[in-house]
């Protein structure tokens, strides 16, 4: 017959394997919500590279790719990477246990300067069936106008580059082609795509909300920004969502809006972009929104499905940004050997 310890034994048993068994993490994991540029934060990520001994004992915030991940007991053991580099950390779980989202691409920023080809038949005075397209996609940490002001203080630099360095040739294309001088601010004026309508609207011009811009009411603003805020250069931000593509992501706080902008010079459209989706269940809704074929995107919503960082970007042409730098007329002047619908040759 067994002894009283021993039965103590048998039946503390089952209750010690189901402690080793318990979730310690339980309701706290950190599960971050997608990003989608609802509000901008003030904390400074430190980079893996940057995590020296001289940052012992202070509190930084990281964010990199799960590596690696051992778990025991109250403890996790983490070996986090960031391209090149990596860190060993110690997690250990607490009431108030950080959440920290985990990108899978290593490359924060994507350029591209080369030629672009386009198959539309756009006989205008700004489009080109061949031109040079400086194309860029940038992760960014949590609103998507990291990306848009940094490639307006990009344009800027350019702008004030060629100004300062290059007046004998801004002057000798200006003694054939007169225009007044190009105008910009520090920092570059932001309008929301509201606000524009109202500017349009009491100028005369009947538009709906979820319009968007015909080539003579781009003009007719960029007359109105330049004539109230002195200004050639400026953003127009949160346009509505009706007239982007699928994959442009929806404002979060305005169903009817995008976290999607346009540059323009001189009246005139120089660059589009906006920050994309990054969530495959969202891109996937999107698309059968917009009744695109989920099968021919197949492969471009896969790539998103081990993780992505939010990220935005936007394209250039730049002929079309020479044109109108030096106000001149037609984007044909700009270019030695000009492509469209109906020129190919010489």
């Not at 995590?51 to 051992?70: F, G, I, N």
């Not at 250990?92 to 246990?97: N, Q, R, S, T, W």
């Not at 929301?192 to 080539?215: F, K, N, P, Q, V």
């Amino acid at each position: 017959m067994p002894s009283a310890s021993a039965s103590r034994k048998t039946q503390e048993k089952p209750r010690e394997v189901m402690d080793a068994a318990e979730d310690y993490a339980k309701e706290r994991y950190g599960v971050s919500s997608m990003i989608q540029s609802q509000e901008k934060s003030d904390r400074v990520l430190v980079r893996v590279s940057n995590l020296t001994v001289q940052k012992a004992d202070e509190v930084v915030w990281v964010r990199a790719r799960v590596h690696t991940s051992r778990a025991k007991g109250k403890q996790c053991f983490l070996v986090l990477r960031q391209q090149q580099f990596n860190v060993q950390a110690l997690v250990a779980v607490g009431d108030h246990a950080s959440k920290q989202m985990c990108i899978c691409a290593d490359f924060e920023k994507v350029f591209c300067i080369g030629p672009v080809f386009r198959a539309e038949d756009s006989n205008t005075h700004r489009h080109l069936t061949e031109f040079v397209g400086l194309d860029i996609e940038m992760a960014f940490n949590y609103h998507y106008h990291e990306v848009m002001e940094e490639i307006a203080d990009t344009l800027v630099q350019i702008f004030k580059g060629l100004q300062e360095r290059f007046q004998t040739e801004i002057q000798t294309v200006n003694k054939q082609f007169p225009c007044e001088p190009f105008k910009f601010l520090e920092p570059t004026l932001r309008l929301e795509y509201c606000e524009a309508l109202a500017m349009l609207r009491e100028a005369g011009i009947e538009m709906g909300d979820e319009e968007d811009l015909s080539t003579p009411n781009e003009k007719l603003l960029g007359r109105l920004v330049k004539e109230k805020y002195d200004t050639d250069f400026y953003i127009l931000d949160k346009y509505p969502l009706a007239v982007r593509p699928f994959y442009t992501m929806p404002d979060p706080r305005n169903s009817k809006q995008s976290n999607s902008y346009d540059m323009f010079t001189r009246g005139e459209e120089i660059l589009s972009g906006a920050q994309r989706i990054h969530d495959p269940q969202l891109l996937t809704e999107r698309a059968l929104h917009h009744g695109i074929d989920l099968e021919k995107i197949k492969a471009y919503i896969d790539s998103f499905r081990f993780g992505a960082p939010p990220h935005a970007g936007g394209g250039i042409g730049l002929e079309r940004v020479t044109m109108l730098f030096w106000g001149l007329h037609n984007i044909r002047q700009t270019s030695m050997f000009p492509r469209d619908p109906k020129r190919l040759t010489p």
